[in-house]
């Protein structure tokens, strides 16, 4: 009898142990969670803010002069000029004086598609980088974060809702555009560069149709600024200058061309919707 207890503590100790074990193993398989919506969305707004602020602190026009000393050298050149599209989103400016500088030094034949070559490098770590700070909602984490929260009963932030209200806009201008000439209408119309970088990525639009829209959109501006680098007798700071006006409202009508279908066809969904609800 004193034998049999003996052996039954014993195996309900063993069970206890490979029990605790187990548990062990599976808290340390858990993967570990990532951080909330609205803290990726504040980390990004700061590193924007930081952006910003460098930005005006180092003016894009004080740097590209100090280029001009270079133009008699093409291969130094081209590497200064490759390094400040490297740089460009480190302190938000334009890309426009960019291209005016790649004008200056390589002419027209050249300096187009350098420039739009520079477009592309400069732009892909700002899409790069907000599509890995929103995150890949496709694996349901944010589901499960939102339901531990209602759950929890803790409260969201107010910036996390902006943040989803702010999506929700991008999301219904790309479905409705779609995603190739969302894109290329974003980079058409005179807004900043990053900005339309970020909607994209924000949006989900593949990397391959964003650079193809960023091509096509962003051609216009980048050849009015090569050919007035290429006949400036300095470097241009300015960008595309007095052709700016101009450039800026063809540009906009192009997007209202662009646009004008998928208006139309939402304007009269909700007229249909809203005959039919009568």
């Given at each position: 009898?004193?034998?049999a207890?003996q052996?039954?503590?014993r195996?309900?100790?063993?069970?206890?142990?490979r029990?605790t074990?187990?548990?062990?193993?599976?808290?340390?398989?858990?993967?570990m969670?990532?951080?909330p919506?609205?803290?990726?969305?504040?980390?990004g707004?700061l590193?924007?803010?930081?952006?910003v602020t460098?930005?005006?602190?180092?003016?894009?026009?004080?740097v590209?002069?100090?280029?001009e000393?270079?133009?008699?050298?093409?291969v130094?050149?081209?590497?200064?000029?490759?390094?400040?599209?490297?740089?460009?989103?480190?302190?938000?400016?334009?890309?426009?004086?960019l291209?005016?500088?790649?004008?200056?030094?390589?002419?027209?034949?050249?300096?187009?598609p350098?420039?739009?070559g520079?477009?592309?490098?400069?732009?892909?770590p700002?899409?790069?980088?907000?599509?890995?700070?929103?995150?890949?909602d496709?694996?349901?984490?944010?589901?499960?974060?939102?339901?531990?929260?209602?759950?929890?009963?803790?409260?969201?932030?107010?910036?996390?809702?902006?943040f989803?209200?702010?999506?929700?806009?991008?999301?219904?201008?790309?479905?409705?555009?779609?995603?190739?000439?969302?894109?290329?209408?974003?980079?058409?119309?005179?807004?900043?560069?990053?900005?339309?970088?970020?909607?994209?990525?924000?949006?989900?639009?593949?990397?391959?149709?964003?650079?193809l829209?960023?091509?096509?959109?962003?051609?216009?501006?980048t050849?009015?600024?090569?050919?007035?680098?290429?006949?400036?007798?300095?470097?241009?700071?300015?960008?595309?200058?007095?052709?700016?006006?101009?450039?800026?409202?063809?540009?906009c009508?192009?997007?209202?061309c662009?646009?004008?279908?998928?208006?139309?066809?939402?304007?009269?969904?909700?007229?249909?919707r809203?005959?039919?609800?009568?």
């Open positions: 009898m004193v034998v207890v052996f039954a503590t195996a309900d100790g063993n069970r206890q142990r029990s074990k187990a548990s062990t193993i599976a808290e340390k398989s858990r993967p969670s990532v951080l919506v609205s803290t990726r969305v504040l980390a707004v590193v924007a803010s930081a952006a460098a930005g005006l602190l180092v003016s894009p026009s004080s590209v002069v100090a280029v000393s270079l133009a008699a050298n093409p130094a050149f081209g590497m200064a000029v490759a390094g400040l599209y490297l740089v460009r989103p480190l302190f938000a400016w334009p890309t426009t004086p291209a005016a500088v790649v004008g200056y030094g390589y002419g027209i034949a050249m300096g187009v350098f420039a739009l520079g477009v592309v490098v400069t732009v892909t700002v899409f790069l980088g907000v599509r890995i700070a929103v995150g890949d496709s694996d349901g984490s944010t589901d499960t974060q939102a339901g531990e929260r209602e759950r929890e009963h803790v409260p969201e932030s107010p910036f996390a809702g902006l989803q209200r702010t999506n929700a806009v991008i999301d219904r201008y790309y479905e409705a555009a779609g995603p190739l000439r969302g894109v290329t209408a974003s980079r058409l119309a005179p807004v900043p560069s990053d900005l339309s970088t970020c909607a994209a990525a924000v949006s989900g639009v593949s990397f391959r149709t964003f650079v829209g960023t091509l096509l959109g962003e051609l216009p501006w050849l009015g600024a090569v050919v007035v680098g290429a006949s400036a007798g300095t470097v241009a700071t300015d960008g595309v200058g007095e052709l700016g006006l101009v450039l800026s409202v063809a540009c009508l192009a997007v209202l662009l646009l004008a279908g998928p208006v139309y066809r939402v304007v009269r969904s909700r007229q249909q809203s005959t039919g609800s009568r």
